[in-house]
């Protein structure tokens, strides 16, 4: 019985026919590889979308994965659509009615650039495996000649996902003056040596196919497709997740689709991978698999935070980095690793971990597009409007007492972070009246998707982790605006908050308001703490923590944090509370410093 | 340079040298397999340990995994260590004082018992290719000829991780009068799609391998070297968790330990695979591999929970069922899938997810042992008791107001659930003084142990999560214990309890009571709600939910569940409270049930 898995993956469904829109440019000047080695000539094929504008600030380059080319989304209704269709278009998020875009097929690769499968001018012979081992510095080396070659100067973003993460990354500490900002998806600053395993077993694989012939197998006639093909097996396993694959195949697990191929084909997953592999190897060359996939394994910015902030120190631009919760081929934590390092580096980053069943393919998938494509879109529409007039957006002034009262403390230039930001309101408000530098942290994706679309710069954190990012004393204030309560290591989190903050301000609902004790004395019931964000009953509110002021002074005096100042309000009559305070105050602010030890 | 890279994993260190202890029998009756093939004979290689005493209820069979063999143990200070060390032998959890432990090795294997390395005796020459399609039902059939053939009615318990875990389930359905009980652990009802394609590459590997043969390489004089050994290498790497490859492979990533092998050795852990991959080849054979591979691939109890339960109905057996957190070839959601279904069909279950960072292998590993050790002791130890006595351990009476109260709500016979059971001190007491039928349900490791112990069986779950396992009504009473005030989604966690529940009994710390109303009310502070166990303050206390009786009753009234009774109690005089029990009473005991709808 035919079964009706969708064997469509996103960058294997094309079929090896030339593509119609490549451009191509030969660099005759030799080139000389970061391990020594030199390519006589270098050839670059590439494809761009939309135009260059007259100021020649609105060029975007692309990189692609291990499997990509320069065709990274179609040129017209009769083109063939890209690799990244869904994202590059007009309109699109990497809007072509207003971008230029750039993407070259890689260094090494077999899609037009110079790469193992091309004749050796100085030879007349192909390559092969006398091509020379490349970097991931290499690669982009040859993106830079062809940014040259277009007569751009500076790139508005490099943006890439994967193997484009790394060859964004090496651009941004490489060229750091040639580019505005970066965006990384799915993305390391090196592989975990579970992604490194994988890649050795599909080299061995290929290597040990007797058709590879040491890597002279064009000489011979023939091509390693077995070796190729279970290479490309196994990377498809990794793509995927292991709920995506449940997914895909439980449903028919033993129909295999019919399928012609000399690998077992018995169950729907062995069909699958049969037809992946097969098809692979009517597209791409191994010699340039082992080549690129020898650069990934090599690429390595620190495996410690002092080793990656080494390497970004020297990066100026903006970045925004996206990683996929079910990615375990380049799982979320490394992409955390990525922005710690920039953030214990006072560099502007935005980050959000984009939740997702569908594995490390996510990012060129459409099913958490609305969420990740709508980041990239605002990311780049910001940093596009910045850098040509340093205007940031207006917002309305919020008509909140608690706010009104914070950004009173915080002076003119003061560096402030907000923990549990929500949608920024505090920090767009601080950033337009004082001209800080603010950074938000917050923990909901839909949050996170509105501080960037109002050019706050925010890194998706869950506050019970603690700050580790940061260095001591990074800030000079650190805010905790009603968010305390919701926090279930209170002390931790206000221990690292004083840490970072030379300055804390915290605001929280205050369960000593006369209100809340009269309900409990007289009414016999659990105090209603309505603070205007997802108010909730005594069995579903979002907060976990019950304190009074009182309490709270307590805790400060056990601790020995100081109290710099308290502001007790009253909200509901809009005005600051003159006496007793944990009486009559149903909010508190309070700015607190840690104290001598 | 050399690195210190540990090499030696545990089950494939050994060489292939004989091992001395192993015993064999020859069945020379035809035996037709499950696909309607026949052996002319089949000879069972196995290894005995302790004595089986006179009443043959000691027997205890071990099932071992893919590249397992007899050889669990060692049998004398000279012997080679076996598979399983840490956990048989005397003193061991699985103790050879005390019980006579039977290892084969498996039906289609490479290690003395019947596989395709043999002589076929009807033609003179091996199986090789020839060998038929096994089923783990035929290699189950084996093992029970070899248990006839010992004189042994009933086994005391079948024993298996892995593979040797779908040989238990295996035996508990097929016989199911022929074991006391079975231990999982690390293994599933099925593959997931995941590792099934991994297993498919593996054998695509071996299949393409010039020197396969199409699997008479024996009379070729070769062997399928390279195919095997990739597969061996893909399959370390599902064996061990990207944290322990983190932690065994990243200090020296990039030095490889010199190894003398034609695979790739330059990364640390690609001499790692190429030694392990090189190993493997020497002591295993590529059919056998190929054989057992596919058994494992079509062994299926069931996709769905209603499957699951058909397949599982007819087994008599006491179950304990162990995963490892970290386990992403048979991950934790599978095991809890088997727990479900032995749930939902009333069977008498054990289940505890350990806590580990060692993937698949963790079973086998000492990391973890003084957990998962402990709870196969306990479990045997009480399993044997009972076979022999039918007795139960003596409990101290628990001298807790709360408890008594409770235990007298529940009639002799009734069958009761505890979330949240703790140590099970509540259920013991119950079932010593009422002969009930319970369970109890628990997150925390360390008190699941204490359960096992005590012979109270305990299944770990966060209940939060929600009972879904459970059928309506299965129990007579579900007990919430001074559990509720700690639970996020109280709602949901009340209404699959008396869903499950034809009466819930909750109890709760009472926020009404005068102390904490006075406490509030004049000196201004949150309550501090002293409830024996963990009590904390606003800042740390594991309570996350604050009520008054009076809330609880509304709540019960929006909910429509019906109040049977109410006990107000007040804990520190140790007595029932009379009048104004929202005034008075520290807790309160109610018996509620849904109502009608």
Same mark, same amino acid.
């Given at each position: 019985?035919?079964?009706?898995?969708?064997?469509?993956?996103?960058?294997?469904?094309? &079929?090896?026919?030339?593509?119609?829109?490549?451009?191509?440019?030969?660099?005759?000047?030799?080139?000389?590889?970061?391990?020594?080695?030199?390519?006589?000539?270098?050839?670059?094929?590439?494809?761009?979308? @939309?135009?260059?504008?007259?100021?020649?600030?609105?060029?975007?380059?692309?990189?692609?994965?291990?499997? +990509?080319?320069?065709?990274?989304?179609?040129?017209?209704?009769?083109?063939?659509?890209?690799?990244?269709?869904?994202?590059?278009?007009?309109?699109?998020?990497?809007?072509?009615?207003?971008?230029?875009?750039?993407?070259?097929?890689?260094? =090494?690769?077999?899609?037009?650039?110079? @790469?193992?499968?091309?004749?050796?001018?100085?030879?007349?012979?192909?390559?092969?495996?006398?091509?020379?081992?490349?970097?991931?510095?290499?690669?982009? !080396?040859?993106?830079?000649?062809?940014?040259?070659?277009?007569?751009?100067?500076?790139?508005?973003?490099?943006?890439? +996902?994967?193997?484009?993460?790394? /060859?964004?990354? !090496?651009?941004?500490?490489?060229?750091?003056?040639?580019?505005?900002?970066?965006?990384?998806?799915?993305?390391?600053?090196?592989?975990?040596?579970?992604?490194?395993?994988?890649?050795?077993?599909?080299?061995?694989?290929?290597?040990?196919?007797?058709?590879?012939?040491?890597?002279?197998?064009?000489?011979?006639?023939?091509?390693?497709?077995?070796?190729?093909?279970?290479?490309?097996?196994?990377?498809?396993?990794?793509?995927?997740?292991?709920?995506?694959?449940?997914?895909?195949?439980?449903?028919?697990?033993?129909? @295999?689709?019919?399928?012609?191929?000399?690998?077992?084909?018995?169950?729907?997953?062995?069909?699958?991978?049969?037809?992946?592999?097969?098809?692979?190897?009517?597209?791409?060359?191994? &010699?340039?698999?082992?080549?690129?996939?020898?650069?990934?394994? &090599?690429?390595?910015?620190?495996?410690?935070? *002092?080793?990656?902030?080494?390497?970004?120190?020297?990066? /100026?631009?903006?970045?925004?980095?996206?990683?996929?919760?079910?990615?375990?081929?380049?799982?979320?934590?490394?992409?955390?690793?990525?922005?710690?390092?920039?953030?214990?580096?006072?560099?502007?980053?935005?980050?959000?971990?984009?939740?997702?069943?569908? =594995?490390?393919?996510?990012?060129?998938?459409?099913?958490?597009?609305?969420?990740?494509?709508? /980041?990239?879109?605002?990311?780049?529409?910001?940093?596009?409007?910045?850098?040509?007039?340093?205007?940031?957006?207006?917002?309305?002034?919020?008509?909140?007492?608690?706010?009104?009262?914070?950004?009173?403390?915080?002076?003119? =230039?003061?560096?402030?972070?907000?923990?549990?930001?929500?949608?920024? @309101?505090?920090?767009?408000?601080?950033?337009?009246?004082?001209?800080?530098?603010?950074?938000?942290? !917050? $923990?909901?994706?839909?949050?996170?998707?509105?501080?960037?679309?109002?050019?706050?710069?925010?890194?998706?954190?869950?506050?019970?982790?603690?700050?580790?990012?940061?260095?001591?004393?990074?800030?000079?204030?650190? $805010?905790?605006?009603?968010?305390?309560?919701?926090?279930?290591?209170? !002390?931790?989190?206000?221990?690292? /908050?004083?840490?970072?903050?030379?300055?804390?301000?915290?605001?929280?609902?205050?369960?000593?308001?006369?209100?809340?004790?009269?309900?409990?004395? *007289?009414? +016999?019931?659990?105090?209603?703490?309505?603070?205007?964000?997802?108010?909730?009953?005594?069995?579903?509110?979002?907060?976990?923590?019950?304190?009074?002021?009182?309490?709270?002074?307590?805790?400060?005096?056990?601790?020995?944090?100081?109290?710099?100042?308290?502001?007790?309000?009253?909200?509901?009559?809009?005005?600051?509370?003159?006496?007793?305070?944990?009486?009559?105050?149903?909010?508190?602010?309070?700015?607190?410093?840690?104290?001598?030890?």
């Amino acid at each position: 019985m035919e079964t009706k898995i969708d064997f469509d993956s996103t960058d294997s469904v094309r &079929n090896a026919k030339p593509l119609r829109h490549v451009q191509e440019v030969i660099f005759r000047t030799p080139l000389t590889l970061e391990h020594g080695d030199m390519l006589p000539e270098v050839k670059v094929a590439y494809e761009t979308y @939309g135009t260059l504008n007259s100021k020649k600030d609105n060029a975007i380059l692309l990189c692609h994965a291990l499997s +990509g080319d320069s065709h990274v989304a179609s040129h017209d209704a009769e083109d063939d659509p890209g690799w990244w269709e869904i994202m590059v278009g007009p309109d699109k998020p990497i809007d072509t009615n207003q971008f230029f875009v750039i993407c070259t097929n890689c260094l =090494g690769g077999c899609r037009g650039t110079t @790469g193992p499968d091309d004749i050796n001018p100085k030879t007349g012979r192909r390559y092969g495996i006398d091509f020379p081992e490349i970097t991931i510095g290499d690669i982009v !080396e040859v993106q830079s000649l062809l940014i040259d070659h277009l007569g751009i100067g500076r790139l508005l973003s490099v943006v890439g +996902g994967s193997l484009g993460g790394l /060859m964004a990354q !090496e651009w941004s500490t490489r060229f750091p003056d040639r580019l505005v900002s970066v965006i990384l998806l799915a993305t390391a600053a090196r592989l975990t040596s579970q992604a490194l395993a994988f890649d050795i077993v599909a080299r061995n694989a290929i290597q040990s196919d007797p058709n590879f012939h040491g890597g002279q197998y064009h000489e011979k006639g023939v091509i390693p497709a077995d070796g190729l093909a279970i290479a490309r097996m196994l990377g498809h396993i990794t793509y995927l997740s292991r709920e995506s694959m449940m997914k895909k195949f439980d449903a028919n697990r033993t129909q @295999g689709r019919q399928v012609k191929s000399k690998f077992e084909t018995k169950f729907s997953v062995g069909s699958y991978l049969a037809y992946q592999g097969d098809k692979f190897v009517e597209r791409f060359d191994a &010699n340039s698999y082992m080549v690129i996939s020898k650069a990934i394994d &090599n690429f390595d910015l620190g495996s410690t935070p *002092e080793e990656l902030k080494k390497s970004l120190r020297k990066s /100026m631009c903006r970045w925004l980095i996206l990683s996929f919760s079910s990615d375990w081929l380049f799982p979320s934590f490394l992409s955390r690793e990525i922005v710690d390092a920039l953030i214990s580096l006072n560099k502007r980053v935005n980050y959000c971990d984009i939740p997702s069943e569908y =594995g490390h393919d996510a990012f060129l998938l459409p099913h958490e597009f609305p969420l990740y494509g709508e /980041m990239i879109r605002s990311f780049l529409r910001n940093v596009f409007c910045e850098q040509a007039s340093g205007e940031t957006p207006l917002f309305q002034r919020p008509d909140r007492l608690d706010y009104e009262q914070i950004l009173d403390l915080i002076p003119r =230039g003061a560096k402030v972070l907000d923990l549990g930001c929500g949608k920024g @309101g505090l920090l767009a408000r601080l950033r337009q009246r004082e001209n800080n530098r603010v950074l938000g942290l !917050e $923990i909901k994706e839909k949050y996170v998707l509105q501080c960037i679309s109002r050019d706050i710069d925010v890194v998706q954190t869950d506050l019970n982790a603690g700050l580790k990012a940061f260095e001591d004393d990074q800030f000079d204030f650190v $805010i905790l605006s009603k968010t305390l309560q919701t926090v279930s290591d209170v !002390e931790f989190v206000l221990d690292e /908050m004083l840490r970072v903050g030379t300055r804390g301000i915290v605001s929280f609902p205050n369960l000593g308001f006369h209100e809340h004790r009269r309900r409990l004395a *007289e009414e +016999g019931k659990a105090p209603r703490i309505d603070h205007g964000r997802d108010p909730g009953e005594w069995y579903n509110t979002v907060d976990v923590r019950f304190l009074t002021l009182a309490d709270f002074e307590d805790f400060c005096a056990k601790k020995k944090f100081r109290i710099h100042h308290c502001i007790p309000l009253d909200t509901r009559q809009h005005k600051q509370v003159d006496d007793d305070p944990n009486q009559n105050a149903d909010v508190v602010i309070v700015v607190l410093s840690r104290g001598l030890s």
